[in-house]
Structure formats: structure tokens, C-alpha cells
């Protein structure tokens, strides 16, 4: 199919508020303008990250990165921090082609989408927004969640653990420190875990629910060997080290991209926002 009228039936039937499908019609059309003017041509269906950055770069970041290729964890990181307002902006841009893929896919035209999670800075919520999902938002996470599979991520069942991990009230700098020494299953289902703090101290205890807790065997199922044998982080990431907590953001960033309510949502949801959700109808009850 011709990626501009994939583009027009996508947002056509698109549940996308009618000010976002303006905007991503104008931003994806971008895309496929560049992609045509490249030499040779870039297939916009066959398109990975290593394209989305270039034109990210092209169009939209190098007056912005001083100077700094964008090829890397170091340049969202300079974006973010230097010029947050952009960098949110940019992330909305990923997350209007992580829409335009999943329709590509739902419609048969590729098997499967890229992973434009690389991309994302991750960069905070402003100061002062909504700080937290409202029933229905959070319904359609823990759907999303539930559809991120392996064809998604090759890490799907660590990153599902993290959303329930978020949901239970920890913050994403007591997620990341979770540690696999200090897991105590009880017998009625639920889960006792512990996260040392800076100082290395056992940390505070954080009791996790049943649905959690299954998520976090069905992680530990999978979990790889670290490099390091002194290595105790319960996540690890592709290069089996710790997770850092501004990658959650990325992460969350992606799973809420592939549904039009929370992609549409402004601010963006954050790993932050998920974490002072709440798991149930009374997020005063969750561990936050």
C-alpha cells in the first residue's frame, strides 16, 4: 500500500482527537517526503530507528544538539536536559509513527514494527501536570501491557513486570533497584521485596499483589545471568546490567504509544505518573 494513503486510512478511522490527526498527518508526511528524497529512496514500510534518526536529525534536532551527531543514549540525554520543551516534542513524534506502524501491522502491510523505543528521550513530565491516570487510562495501560508480547520486545516479560512494579506505587528509582536477593513469596500470593537504598541499606519493604507477583515469576523464569556475579539488580538490560530509571520512561513512552488514548494524552504518561496511579480504585492504598 502507498504510504500516503495508508497514512489518510489510517487517521480517516483514527479514534485520534481531530487536532492530533492534523498534527501527525503533518509530521508522518514529513517522514515519507524525506524518505522519498533520500538517495537511494528509503521504503517508509521497511523504514528502523536508524532512519527515524536520521530524519529526526534532518529536520528537526541539529541546530538543537551543539554540534552532536544523534546516534545515541548522549544526545537524547543532552536533548533532554538542555532543551526538555524539544525533546517532548520529539517524543510525541516517535509516538505518532509508533501509531502509523501499528496500523501498518493491523492492517497486514508489515509483520512487525519497528522498535522506536531507542528513540524516545524519556524526559520528565513539566512541572505542575497531571500526575496521574484515571481509571480508564490505567484500564487501557494494563491492556496494553497485556499485548506486549514477542513481537514487541525480546525483554516483554521484564518490561510487563516493570509497568505492575509502577502500578504497585514504587518510583522508578526503587524499580530499578529491586533486589533479587530480598524476593520472599507468602503463602496467600502476594510477594514481599525489599530495595537497598543509596547507601546500600536493605530499603524499605514493598508488599506486591498476586497479579504482580505472577508477572514477576514469569520474569524471574527468563531473567539472564548478569556480566557482573556481584551484579544483584533484579532488571537488567539488553547488556544484562541494571536498568537506569530514565529508561522506564522510554519504555512506558512506547507501550502507551501503541493505543490511541494514551498516545493522545498531553501531558505524556510517564513511568512517574504510573507510579502515583495506583494498581486498584483506591490508589491511596498502593505502596507510594
Not at 529512496?41 to 521497511?46: A, N, S
Not at 501498518?104 to 512487525?112: F, S
Not at 512541572?127 to 508480547?149: F, S
Amino acid at each position: 500500500m502507498d504510504p500516503v494513503d495508508l497514512l489518510n486510512d489510517w487517521l480517516a478511522t483514527s479514534a485520534l482527537r481531530a487536532s492530533t490527526r492534523a498534527e501527525y498527518g503533518r509530521e508522518i508526511g514529513y517522514f515519507i517526503a524525506w524518505c522519498a528524497h533520500q538517495t537511494p529512496p528509503v521504503d517508509v514500510l521497511t523504514a528502523g530507528p536508524a532512519d527515524i534518526a536520521a530524519w529526526s536529525h534532518d529536520h528537526h534536532l541539529h541546530a538543537l544538539l551543539d554540534g552532536r551527531p544523534f546516534d545515541g543514549p548522549d544526545a537524547l540525554g543532552y536533548l533532554a536536559a538542555a532543551h526538555p520543551d524539544a525533546a517532548r516534542t520529539h517524543d510525541r513524534r516517535i509516538t505518532a509513527l509508533t501509531q502509523y506502524y501499528e496500523a501498518a501491522r493491523n492492517r497486514g502491510h508489515i509483520t512487525l514494527p519497528p522498535d522506536l523505543s531507542v528513540l524516545r528521550s524519556g524526559v520528565p513530565r513539566p512541572a505542575g501536570a497531571k500526575n496521574r491516570l484515571d481509571p480508564r487510562e490505567r484500564a487501557v495501560l494494563l491492556a496494553c501491557t497485556g499485548g506486549w508480547g514477542p513481537q514487541r520486545s525480546k525483554h516483554y516479560q521484564r518490561d510487563q513486570l516493570i509497568v505492575y512494579l509502577l502500578l504497585e506505587g514504587l518510583r522508578p528509582a526503587h524499580v530499578v533497584r529491586i533486589d533479587r536477593r530480598h524476593l520472599y513469596p507468602q503463602p496467600d500470593g502476594f510477594w514481599d521485596i525489599r530495595a537497598p537504598d543509596d547507601h546500600e541499606n536493605v530499603g524499605r519493604k514493598f508488599t506486591l499483589d498476586p497479579l504482580t507477583g505472577a508477572a514477576l515469576k514469569a520474569y524471574l523464569a527468563v531473567r539472564p545471568d548478569p556480566v557482573e556475579p556481584d551484579e544483584h539488580a533484579l532488571l537488567l538490560n539488553t547488556h544484562r546490567r541494571a536498568l537506569s530509571s530514565g529508561w522506564l520512561n522510554m519504555l512506558i513512552g512506547q507501550i502507551a504509544a501503541t493505543h490511541p488514548l494514551l498516545a493522545d494524552r498531553d501531558p505524556a504518561i510517564t513511568a512517574d505518573a504510573v507510579a502515583h496511579t495506583g494498581l486498584w480504585d483506591a490508589p491511596e492504598q498502593a505502596n507510594g
